[in-house]
């Protein structure tokens, strides 16, 4: 591991940033993912190529949310497990706060009817924006390469077409890169390390504690649940809605509009549940239960993706990991689209999204958000 004095930035500025994208980073895992490339690899230089890439294969291996666990992972470049923990707190701490407020405002006034309006023209606007950061993060990540786009599509059409991630195919992605790029007689014999990560045991006892309902449920969910942030709303669906009824369906979609409306991880949602099920408690339960297990996933193996990452064999494997990952997240952006974009108005937000941040590279996406917004309540409650 580098040396804190060998960093080009200090600890201060890797909470900034952080919090930075965790306040104004919008748009879910990919857009999140894509601006962590943009930003600390391209413009920053903080982090090496081959690092992002090894970050990017670990967190698409790893149960739990992706952006979440690529943030706790640049953290550990250069700072360790005291970087990884403050990166991943100053990424997930600004939404937590804002979902918080939000649940409050929910309770406290009976729904959050101008939500839909609202969403109606950011969702839009975050298609746009998502795209254009896949495009981008395509680009750097596949390049020229013929296998790679290979590759690529197949991720990105099964994630489309299936609407879920497939770890075996994003593992069998890395497996022919390796067999094509590195030949099995380059690699060492035993270089496979068992990541042996220590999940959080809940015994699953009779109890009438709701708290304690939530810590289970929620500690499944950041555990076992692969791939973004959006994977896990169907499992969140089926435990919060369908097995404990803690919600009514309408109450969990306003859950899921929060998490979008909001910047940072798409996960938040557990928090705004939380709330909704047991209060501030209740939310800080159920946010700690869902990132603690990807916070482990990730600093436990994460000496060994450091050791061995430069290995001509492993680093093979984790570019094909890559590029099944970045495919899958393009094709993540098509199932988005397909919900998101219903009418007419809707695909010209998202074309116009689309345009302004292409033509215009420097343009805030904060700020393209906020227009977005006006314009959907604009569309709704005058047009």
Known sequence: MITPTLSPYTRTDLVRYFLHLGAFGFGGPPALVSAMHRDLVTHRQWIGEEDYREGLALAQLAPGPLAAQLAIYLGYVHYGIIGATLAGGAFVLPSFLMVIGLGWAYVRFGGLPWMQAIFYGIGAAVIGIVAIGTYRLTARTVGKDGLGWVLFIVSALST????????????????????????????????????????????????DSVLWKLAVFFTKAGAFVFGSGLAIVPFLYGGVVKEYGWLTEEQFLDAVAVAMITPGPVVISVAFIGYLVAGFPGACVAALATFLPCYLFTVLPAPYFKRWGKHLGVKAFVDGITVAAVGAIAGAVVVLARRQLVDVPAVLIALLTIGLLYRFKKLPELSVIGGAAVIGLLLRYVG
């Open 160 to 207: 489309a077409i299936m609407e879920s991630e497939l770890l075996w195919l994003v593992l069998l992605s890395g497996v022919i890169f390796w067999l094509v790029k590195a030949p099995p007689e380059a690699l060492r014999p035993g270089t496979g390390h068992s990541l042996a990560p220590v999940l959080l045991q809940v015994l699953a006892q009779p109890t």
